[in-house]
C-alpha cells in the first residue's frame, strides 16, 4: 500500500498514525497517492472526497415520533424552529432539549422564553422533521415561507431536523442551527445524535470514529476539502494542534450510506473566515462551549459562501476506525433491519418541555356524557392532550367512558359528586362530595385522581382545608355551557388564551365537542402546545388545598 512515491516516509508515518505524527508528517507524505489536485494515482482510490450529503428517511414513517414546533415573528428575532423526540427515551429527549435551549438563549441574547404569535401565522403542522431541510441551502430554507418567518435586514434562526435512520434498536437524528440576514447565512453548525433505544444511551457523531481512528478521519476529510478548493489550505495546519475535544466537535455530524461509507458534515465556518462586517449571530456550536467546533484563519470570503459541505469516507478504509458504536449503527444502516424502536404512545404521555415551547391546557367538566367519546376521538386524530374534570355520578354511571378516557392517556379530576357550590356544604358534606367521586374514579380505572375542579369556582379557605388536593381553576373561559353562536365560540377559545393558560370547556355541549378540532388547529396556528395540567405544572404538582388558576407566564 502506498508505494509509488516517497516509499520510505509515507511507511513511517503510516505505521505511527498518532497525533505526533501528524503534527510532523505532511499529508502528501501520508497520502502520496493523492496528487496536488486531489486525483488518485493508477490503480489507488484517495480514501475520501467531497460530494453529497448521506441520505435521510421520513421522519414520519418513524413510529411514535413526537413532532415539535416553533414559529415566531415578532420580538425582532424571528425564529422558526422544528425537532423530534422519542416516547419513553428520556437520555435522547433531554440531550435534544439541551441542543434546543442553547440554541434559543443563544439567539435570544441569554435568556428565552416560549413565544406565541398574536395572530395565526401558519399552518397548524405538527409533523416531524422536514426532509432534507438539514442539508438544503441556507438561501432555499429562507425563502420557503412554510418553514422561515419572513423578515428583512435581521438576524433569523431556524432549526431544523432530519431523520438519519431508524432501523434495529438505532434511532438517529440531526439537528441543524442556522442564522440568516438578509437571505444568506451567518452561522450555520449541525449535529448528529444517535440513540441505542434498547440500552438508553445517546452519543453524537464523534462518538461513531474510535480514539485510534479519529486522527485519520479527520486529516483525510480535511486534505480532500483542501484538495477539492473547499477549505483554504490554512486549515490543513492549524488542524494539526487540534484537542481531541475539537477533534470530536469537528466530527459533530457523521452519518452513514447504506454502502457503508461515512458522511461528515463539515462545519459551515470551517476553512473560511467571516465576511469583513459580519451580521454577529448569537447561537451556540455543534457542540457544548466547552468543546467549540473549531474554524480555520482564512483569506476573508463572504458570509454568503457559508455553506455545508459532505465529504465521503470509502467504508473499505473507514470500517477498521470506527468504534464499537460506529460499527453497530453502519451495520443497522447497510443492513436495514426491521425498526424495534419504541411504540407509539398517546398525546398526554408524550415528552413535553414547557420551558421551550408554549404550553396551554384543555380542561372540560361535567362528564362524562353522551359526546365524551365523540370528543375522545377528536384528541387522539389532533394529537392533543387535556385534562377531564369529572363529576362522580357520571362516572359512576358510565364508567366505560372513564375507561376510554384514561386509555386514550388523558388526564382525569375530580368535579365532586353532584355539581353543588362547595363552600355552601358543611366540612363533612365537601368531603363526602369530593371521596365518593375519587372513589367511583378508582373503581373504573384503578387509581384516584390527582386533582379537584370545584364546581363554579366556589372555594374559600374552609374548602382548600378540607379537599385534600390541589384545586385547579381557570384563567380564560369562552361560556361555552350558553352554547354561543360558532364564531364567538372559536374567537373565545382560540384568541383568549396566553401562555400558560388554562381553558375552560365542557364536554356535555355538543358545539363543544363538535368544533373542538377547529379550537385545536385555531390554538395550534398561534403556536400553542397542549398539556395536560400535570404537564403544565412541569410534572410537580403543588400541596393540597394550593389553588392553581394558569401555568408559568
Known sequence: MFLSRRRSIGAVCLALMTVTVLAACSMDQLFPEAGPTGTAAPGLAYPAAVGSAAPTIDSNTVPGINGQRIFSADGGTPLAARWAYLPGEQVLNAAIDGRVSAALAAFAGGTYSPRLAPAPVSAPDRGACVRGSTVDSARSLAADASEAPAASGVNRLLLSCDALLASGQFFGERMRVLTIANGEATADTSVALYTDTAAATVFDGGALVSDAGRNTVVAWVIRALVTAKRADAAAETESRTWTVAQQNAFLADVAFRADGDLVVTVPAEFGRAPAV??????????????????????????AERLAQRFVAVSVDRVTNLLSEAGARVQAAVMGGAAYTGPADVPAPLDHLNCAIVACMALTFDDGP?????????????????????????????????????????????????????????????????????????????????????????????????????????????????????????????????????????????????????????????????????????????????????????
Do not use: C
Not at 432 to 457: C, E, H, K, N, W
Not at 492 to 515: A, C
Not at 523 to 549: D, H, K, N
Open 369 to 553: 356524557g353522551p359526546y365524551t367519546d365523540d370528543l375522545i376521538g377528536t384528541l387522539k386524530a389532533k394529537n392533543a392532550s387535556a385534562t377531564f374534570f369529572m363529576v362522580g355520578r357520571n362516572a359512576e354511571a358510565y364508567p366505560s367512558l372513564v375507561q376510554r378516557v384514561s386509555a386514550a392517556g388523558q388526564e382525569i379530576g375530580n368535579h365532586s359528586w353532584s355539581h353543588p357550590e362547595l363552600t355552601k356544604l358543611s366540612d363533612a358534606d365537601i368531603r363526602s362530595q369530593v371521596d365518593r367521586t375519587s372513589q367511583a374514579i378508582f373503581d373504573a380505572i384503578g387509581r384516584r385522581p390527582a386533582l379537584m375542579r370545584p364546581p363554579y369556582g366556589d372555594e374559600n379557605q374552609r374548602v382548600r382545608d378540607d379537599v385534600e388536593l390541589p384545586l385547579v381553576l381557570w384563567d380564560v373561559d369562552p361560556k361555552d355551557w350558553t352554547e354561543p353562536p360558532v364564531d364567538q365560540l372559536l374567537d373565545r377559545t382560540i384568541n383568549g388564551p396566553r401562555i400558560g393558560s388554562i381553558l375552560l370547556m365542557h364536554d356535555v355541549h355538543k358545539p363543544t365537542v363538535e368544533h373542538s378540532g377547529e379550537i385545536i388547529d385555531g390554538l395550534r396556528a398561534r403556536g400553542f402546545s397542549f398539556a395536560t395540567i400535570t404537564q403544565l405544572m412541569r410534572g410537580q404538582l403543588p400541596p393540597a388545598g394550593t389553588v392553581i388558576s394558569h401555568g408559568e407566564r
Open 277 to 302: 462586517a459580519p451580521v454577529t449571530p448569537a447561537v451556540p456550536p455543534a457542540t457544548p462551549p466547552a468543546t467549540p467546533s473549531p474554524t480555520a484563519t482564512a483569506t476573508s470570503k463572504p
